[in-house]
Nanobody, 122 residues
């Protein structure tokens, strides 16, 4: 069973940084791509970043390119999302998700974490 647990969210000022962690269990991490999605109130869930299990290549939404970095540690069974230069528009519930490839399509996801709140506000 795919289990994913997010941590590291919270309140940060505009321009600040946060690092989200996704702890995985119940499956072999290096067999899956891991993506981060987010959902703001009244909006659809959108794909943010993804890291492939095949070659560690990454994909980022245009809105976060140059600001967010995704990485994985297959030994620790964790995936990280480093978020820099945060903006109020980045405020949302962030979810990590396991998939067979980095499509960043919510309907394609095989398993979800429970989500964690990120709020960017002064």
């Amino acid at each position: 069973q795919l289990q994913l647990v997010e941590s590291g969210g919270g309140l940060v000022q505009p321009g600040g940084s946060l690092r989200l962690s996704c702890a995985t269990s119940g499956f072999t991490l290096n067999y899956y791509a891991i993506g981060w999605f987010r959902q703001a109130p009244g909006k659809e869930r959108e794909g943010v970043s993804c890291i492939s299990h095949r070659d560690d290549s990454t994909v980022h939404a245009d809105s976060v390119k140059g600001r967010f970095t995704i990485s994985r540690d297959n030994y620790e069974n964790k995936v990280y999302l480093q978020m820099n230069s945060l903006k109020p528009a980045d405020s949302a519930v962030y979810y990590c998700a396991a998939d067979s490839s980095c499509l960043l399509a919510a309907e394609h996801v095989l398993g979800w974490g429970q989500g964690i709140q990120v709020t960017v506000s002064s």
